[in-house]
């Protein structure tokens, strides 16, 4: 069974840091990709951060490039998400999905909230 966990949420003040961690579970790295997405009340979902289990291949838009980095632990079956300097913009509910292309995703984590204080 294929299973997505997200960890790592929580309240922190503009220009701090916090680790998200998505563990996962039922499915091989070959082959497939895993992103972070995130939703802030009233918008819409959207993703941040992609990165290929096969070739650590990784995507950032633009928002968050040099402030977060998506990597993989492969001995840990994790995908983590560091992210700094943060924003108040950067507050949401942060979600991992895992799919076996870009844009198909599959299989969906929880979501974790992470509050970006002023």
């Known amino acids: 069974e294929v299973q997505l966990q997200a960890s790592g949420g929580g309240l922190v003040q503009v220009g701090g840091s916090l680790r998200l961690s998505c563990t996962k579970s039922?499915?091989?790295?070959?082959?497939?990709?895993i992103a972070w997405f995130r939703q802030a009340p009233g918008k819409e979902r959207e993703g941040v951060s992609v990165?290929?289990?096969?070739?650590?291949?990784?995507y950032y838009i633009e928002s968050v490039k040099g402030r977060f980095t998506i990597s993989h632990d492969k001995a840990r079956n994790t995908v983590a998400l560091q992210m700094r300097s943060l924003e108040p913009e950067d507050t949401a509910v942060y979600y991992c999905?895992?799919?076996?292309?870009?844009?198909?995703?599959?299989?969906w984590g929880n979501g974790t909230q992470v509050t970006v204080s002023s």
């Open positions: 999905a895992a799919g076996r292309d870009y844009g198909v995703w599959g299989h």
């Open positions: 039922g499915f091989p790295n070959d082959g497939y990709v």
């Open positions: 990165i290929n289990l096969s070739d650590s291949s990784t």
